[in-house]
Structures are given as C-alpha cells and as structure tokens.
C-alpha cells in the first residue's frame, strides 16, 4: 500500500469515527434533556386524578370502580406509546389537556387511542422507538406526505369522516402542543407540516375532501345500535309483566279520572280526580301498584296524591309502547300516529292480529302481522284517555301548543274549546321518546345515550335493530325473550311475524350490511399493517403482497379500498364466514365448501365412537361448529387485533412460566399446558401483538 491511500484509509476512518461519536453525542443529547424533562412532570399530581404523571394508571377521582377501563388512563393499554419518548410526550399532551382546557380523563382517553394508531403507523419509520442512549429518529423528520399517507390508510379502513376529524384534530393537538419542545428537544416537535393547515381548511374540511378524492363513501350516519341483552331482557318482563297484571287494574282506576275536574289557581282547567275518588282510591288500591308504582298519600288527608296518577298513566303507557315497538318495529311518527282501531284479528287464523298503519316516512299503507300480546297492549292505550281522541296514544296533560298560544291576541283568554282540540291532538317525537326513557329510569333500565343518534326517530330504531338482532342470532336468550313478547311455546311461529314483517327485513339487511363493512375493513386493515395471523389470515395477507405487487400504479389506500371491497363481495356472497368463534379467530372458511371441517370433526367424534357409527361419516362432516372451534390448528382461522382474549391469555401463561403467579397453577399439568399454548400461539402473537414468551416482563 502507497502512502497516499494509507493517508485517505487513515482519513475515512477518523471521518467515520467523527460521525459515529457525534451520532453518540447527540443521543446523549437528546436522552438527556428527556429526562430532565421528566423528572420535572413526574412527581406533579395530575388533576382530576389520584396519580402522579409518573404514574402508570391515572385513575379519575370520582370513580369508584378502578377497574372500570371506560372511565380511567391505563397507560399500558396504549401498545404503540410503550417506548419512552411517545409514552412521556402523550402524557405531556393529556395533561395539558386535563390541566389547561379541563377535559376529563376518560374523554382524553379517545384522543390518546388516536395517537396510538398514528404512531402504530409510524412504527415503519421507527419514530421515536429507539432504546436508551441511543439516537432518536423525532417527529420533526416527518413530512405532509407521512401525515397524508396515515390519513389515506386510516380512512381506507371504513372510518367515518367524523372520526377521521377527530384523528387530524388530535394530531393538531400534539403538534400544537410540541411546539413548546421546538428549541430545547427538538425531535418532540412536529412542524409545519400539517396538509389541512397548509391547505387552509378546517380538518373536517380537509377529511371529507380527502374522501371525496380517494373516492371512499362517506358513512357518518352511524347504524342505529341494538339494546344491550341485559336492557332487552328488562324491558321485556317490567312490561310484559304490567301488561299481564296490572294493566287492567289501572284502568279501572284511571277511568274514573274526568278531562275537566278542578280547575288550576288561575282559572284554566285540568282532568283531576276528585276528593271523594282520592280517598276511595287510597282505601281500594293501595299497595296494590306497589311493585310498579307505590301509591303516593297525602300526609294530611291519607287521600292520593295527584301525581301519583300520572306516575300510573305514563308507565303504563310506556309499557304498552315497548311492547309494541320490539314486536312491530314501527317508527316513532308511525307509532304517534296510529288511530284507535288501527289492530285487528286476522280472519283466517287465531291468535293472529294485524296492524294497519300508514308509513309517515313513505306515505304507504301497510299491514303488519302481531301477536295477541300488541292487540292486548293496544287496546289498553286505547281506553287510557280522559276525553276524545283519534289517536291510539293519548295524553295525560292538556296542553295547548306554543303556536296557537302566540297567535292569540293578549287580550283574549283560553276557551273551553281549546282545551278540547289541544286534547285531541297525538303525541310529538319528543313525548314518546320521554315515556320509553322514563320507564326504563323508574326501573333503573340503562338505556340508552343520545351520541350519534339525538333525533327522535334513534330510540324506536334501536328497539326494530334489537328485534332483528334477534332474528339473526337466535340465541337462547333471544329464543326466550321472542317466546314471552310473542306468547308461543315453539320458536317457529314468533318468526312467522317476523320474517312477514317487512321493517324487521329490513332492520335485519341493515345489521347484515354493517357487519359485513366492520369485518372487510378489520381484515383490510390487519393485512395492511402485516398485523395478521393464522393460517387463512397468511393466505390474505399473501394476496393483499401480490395485488401491490399488480399494482404499483394505485397508493396504498387505493389498494386497501380495492382489497376491502373484495372481501365486502365475499362476505355478501356467501363465500366468507367472517364471524369470529368463542377462541377469537375469524373464521375464513368458505360455507359452501363440502370437505370436512375440523370443528365439526371434533363435535361429533365421540358420538359417533359411543354409537359405533363408521367412522367414514366423518370425512363428511362439512359443517360449521363455532363452539367447538380449535383456534390457529385450523386452516381458516384469521388472527388479528379482535383476538385480545388469545394475547391475554399468551401473557398468562409466559408468566405463569417465569413463576409470575407466586405459588399457584404450579402443577405439571399447569406447566404442560402452558408450553403447548405457547408453542401453538407464539408466532401469531408476534405478527399481530409484537409478543413472544421472553418479553413478558
């Protein structure tokens, strides 16, 4: 070797040193300056909590229930903020939220579960991931092309354009509040880079243009949400029990109530039960409405209170009204408007009965096929009224409305007449939804929320989605609730009304087309961030590769659009199961498929050994069996995020083989079973979880 390539060798390699010791120097730096930033938040209460920002959990003060996840901050929930930097800036910006604009934590909660995505989405460039002391990659690397590419991927996920707004506003939020990083750490401060801002549009703006040109549908008009199966199973037996025993006793009671009685202290005139029928009722009725209504007396007099009438006539109502909405799937302004008589016997067969009504929503008569319990509750709402009226629903209280109230001179007074025709009239939106929400409050029913859905029409939707959720399912527990609404002993003549009712038809095509989106988008979603596993889940993300590889012309939420809406045709066509087991797999079979299916093989194994069946009539066996799934052993099981129970479960057990629990499950057979499931899971639980056994701490 000459002297002159000695001298460049020697030159290179103090170049490379140099760069190597300030790479070092500036990891140094930055972890440095994290630290001490740290060590200044970390003993700091947070308020509106019981914690300290260093803490792992932020629990709300007024919260009770610690475990109650709704309503608190488990920081270890959030995967993707786990490494140090993302974890101690999300918490900067929580706080900030909490302290400055004073938002509660459980409503932080839905802005940091947006940052775990975008930085779940930032993993590929390993954005503030690195390891202590050495050097990290920060968001002022990004660029507007990162924040679009996160934006197009997500909204190609089957999003909304409201919770697509929420993402860019909570990204908005960070680089706002980074800005207080800029010059002291810079790689914690995101610049100028934001597309809608740049675009000076509102991100809201921005998002339903961006959908617009990716040519996404929009769908913010969120499906109308079934009843939770322990609200359902309430407010069927409180009503069904009313209906059945108290009902009648009631109109008794009411019947005797007069549409003018006594008049208010200024003269106008109201139904009231007189003295004399107050202190006969207080004799004849009393405790006798208890488990519904207890009867309210006077402490003076013992007499009944008035209010406790209309206690009884709204309940009542409210009742007959469940009933009728589980059982007819009617909407609000067809229920309001349906007129005495509306129900009749069928001619041609008993126990049948058929609503005639005309469709407020298509101006359309139809006739609706009901059991003998909605005549029933019909009937009773047809005689529970103290004057006349058209309408099968009448009301309580005279009132005369707003507008007729307005258009009347100051001078002149209140007619009779008025009184007569405000009594004449049907009941709004609004006072039907307040005699459905005030049963389910008198019998502390939880109920229902008014997000996404504050119009009038939501709550009588929920009750056809509840119905048809139903039809779908045929659950036991559904079996049993369509059997008591529907007061037959076979399951088969209750769906005779159902399947012949066309808004539980169409009730049930909407709940069919929702699920089918929700699957093919958490499909889309897992392949295309590789975060997918089993054997059926391989087999997608393989075909997802070689569509990109195809088309390398299209972005990826082009292709991700093009992939999800394969999987919608699948699923609509019945080439897909996409129903996820009792062992949190996706099942990806094919239901037309006639091999054998290992589910069923495994169901009907040991009957077909106890009754020395040929064993043959296995390798028939093509049917589904969910119930007796075998998880990732089976080939068309999909493993993805909806499988939290398996990574639970993964987690448990690489503890229990560290010796974790202390001095329980310690038997062989413990450990056996530990090992197996560890084996089975271990390779899926590190494609969808970034988990194997040794990094359970």
Not at 20 to 29: C, D, W
Request: charge should be negative.
């Amino acid at each position: 070797m000459n002297m002159s390539t000695k001298k460049n060798v020697i030159t290179t390699s103090l170049s490379n040193d140099d760069v190597i010791g300030k790479a070092k120097r500036l990891a140094i730096a930055q972890w440095n300056g994290l630290r001490e930033l740290e060590s200044k938040f970390n003993n700091i209460k947070v308020p509106q909590t019981i914690n300290l920002f260093k803490d792992s959990n932020w629990f709300e003060e007024s919260n009770d229930d610690y475990w109650e996840s709704a309503n608190n901050l488990n920081w270890s929930n959030f995967y993707d903020l786990k490494h140090q930097a993302r974890l101690f800036l999300c918490k900067y910006v929580a706080y900030k939220d909490i302290t400055e604009r004073g938002i509660a934590p459980s409503t932080v909660r839905g802005k940091l579960i947006a940052f775990n995505l975008f930085f779940n989405h930032l993993n590929r460039k390993e954005i503030l991931t690195s390891n202590n002391n050495t050097s990290l990659l920060g968001l002022n690397v990004l660029t507007r092309e990162d924040i679009e590419e996160y934006i197009d991927t997500y909204l190609a996920t089957g999003i909304t354009s409201k919770t697509g707004s929420l993402a860019a506003t909570a990204i908005t939020d960070l680089r706002n509040y980074s800005y207080n990083f800029k010059d002291t750490l810079p790689f914690l401060h995101m610049g100028n880079i934001l597309p809608w801002e740049l675009d000076e549009k509102s991100p809201t703006a921005w998002i339903n243009q961006r959908m617009t040109d990716l040519g996404i549908v929009n769908k913010d008009v969120e499906p109308y949400r079934p009843f939770s199966t322990t609200t359902s199973k309430e407010l069927v037996e409180h009503s069904m029990d009313i209906l059945d025993n108290y009902a009648e006793l009631a109109l008794e009671l009411i019947s005797e109530g007069s549409l003018f009685g006594q008049t208010r202290s200024d003269g106008t005139p109201q139904h009231r039960f007189s003295t004399s029928q107050r202190r006969q009722h207080a004799k004849n009725y009393n405790g006798i409405f208890d488990s519904i209504v207890p009867m309210e007396l006077e402490e003076s007099t013992g007499y009944v209170k008035q209010a406790f009438y209309g206690k009884l006539f709204r309940i009542i109502q409210g009742a007959m009204l469940n009933i009728i909405f589980f059982t007819t799937g009617i909407r609000n302004s067809d229920a309001r408007n349906l007129n005495i008589g509306c129900c009749v016997p069928s001619d041609v067969e008993d126990y049948l009965y058929y609503i005639t009504t005309g469709l407020q929503k298509t101006g359309n008569d139809i006739h609706i096929p009901v059991p003998e319990q909605t005549y029933r509750a019909i009937k009773i709402l047809e005689k529970m009224r103290f004057g006349d009226n058209n309408y099968a629903i009448a009301r309580y209280a005279i009132t005369i409305p707003r507008k007729s109230r307005d258009n009347k001179l100051q001078s002149e007074k209140t007619t009779y007449d008025d009184y007569v025709n405000a009594y004449n009239m049907n009941l709004t939106g609004s006072m039907v939804n307040s005699l459905l929400k005030g049963f389910a409050s008198h019998f502390n029913i939880p109920f229902i929320d008014d997000d996404g859905n504050p119009d009038d029409e939501a709550t009588a939707h929920r009750y056809r989605a509840t119905t048809a959720g139903w039809l779908a399912s045929a659950s036991n527990l559904s079996v049993l609730l369509v059997r008591r609404l529907f007061g037959h002993t076979n399951y088969l003549m209750p769906l005779s009304y159902l399947h012949h009712n066309p808004n539980f038809i169409t009730a049930l095509d909407d709940i069919t087309e929702e699920a089918h989106n929700e699957v093919a988008s958490k499909l889309t979603k897992a392949v295309a961030d590789k975060k997918i596993g089993g054997a059926k889940g391989k087999q997608l993300l393989t075909g997802f590769e070689y569509q990109k590889g195809k088309s390398q012309s299209l972005s990826e939420a082009q292709l991700m659009v093009n992939f999800q809406e394969q999987l919608k045709e699948r699923l609509d066509s019945g080439q897909l199961c996409g129903f996820i087991t009792p062992l949190a797999v996706v099942c990806g079979r094919n239901p037309n498929d006639t091999t054998p299916t290992p589910c069923a093989t495994k169901s009907y194994k040991n009957h077909i050994a106890e009754r020395a069946i040929d064993k043959e009539l296995l390798e028939h066996m093509s049917m589904i069996r969910p119930d007796q799934c075998i998880g990732n052993k089976c080939e068309e099981a999909i493993i993805g995020e909806w499988s939290t129970s398996l990574r639970d479960s993964f987690i448990w057990y690489a503890k229990l083989l560290k010796g974790l629990h202390g001095d329980k499950f310690t038997e062989e057979h413990y450990i056996k079973e530990a090992k197996s499931f560890i084996r089975q899971y271990a390779n899926d639980m590190k494609s969808v979880f970034d988990l194997e056994a040794e990094d359970v701490e």
